[in-house]
């Protein structure tokens, strides 16, 4: 396991909040947005995204474009070039979060 592969595992898997870093990072793959337009595509608040965003960021997993407010939100190189890794990692806690749902014990 390289030292990208633990990280994500710590940064998706092994926090709270992992799950939420897991769905910015497929949206921001999709295309570049800023914090208010993540906050409403996610549906949580714009303060939990700006958590996030900042979490991934000082860890070299997305960059950003722009003033404050407006600053836009996009995939660092580092993460497009090793999103077969992502999506095996999301795979992986997607069963479990989905079978925790099921059961009833989720808390985010």
């Known amino acids: 396991m390289n030292s990208l592969e633990r990280l994500l595992w710590w940064l998706i898997a092994g926090t ?3 799950w939420n870093r897991a769905r910015i990072l497929g ?3 999709e295309q570049p947005m800023n914090t208010h337009q993540l906050a409403k595509s996610m549906g949580v608040d714009y303060s939990t995204v700006q958590h996030h965003l900042k979490v991934l960021r000082k860890n070299g997993l997305v960059g950003t474009m722009g003033g404050k407010y407006g600053a ?3 995939l660092a190189p580092l993460m497009e070039e090793n ?3 992502f999506v095996k990692i999301e795979k992986k806690i997607g069963k479990n979060k989905i079978r925790k749902e ?3 014990d989720i808390d985010e």
């Open 102 to 104: 099921k059961d009833g």
């Open 16 to 18: 709270q909040g992992g």
């Open 83 to 85: 999103w077969e890794t």
């Open 27 to 29: 949206i921001l793959k």
């Open 72 to 74: 836009l939100y996009f």
